[in-house]
């Protein structure tokens, strides 16, 4: 969905690098719940706020370790596992 020339609401991206998001834009920025996977197949599923990884969410690492827990501002912050 788009509004005012911006994603908006639900949506898919794929990226030129083979990365790819699916999940929720508010004014073309990724906001609400959704899912980011790089190119090497790490993952992170969860909030997002203004674009960055902000909020509860887990990130899975191309090796199978994961981290469930609060992030904000794109890192990892308070208590997690």
């Keep these: 969905m788009w ?31 959704g ?14 706020d203004n674009d960055m990884i902000d909020g509860h969410g887990t990130y899975t690492w191309v090796d199978g370790r994961k981290y469930t827990g609060e992030w904000r501002k794109n890192l990892m912050h308070g208590k997690g596992e």
């Design 3 to 33: 509004r005012d020339n911006h994603q908006h609401d639900q949506g898919t991206e794929k990226l030129k690098d083979g990365s790819n998001y699916e999940g929720n834009y508010e004014n073309g920025l990724k906001s609400g719940h």
């Design 35 to 48: 899912t980011y996977r790089w190119a090497d197949q790490s993952e992170y599923v969860g909030s997002w």
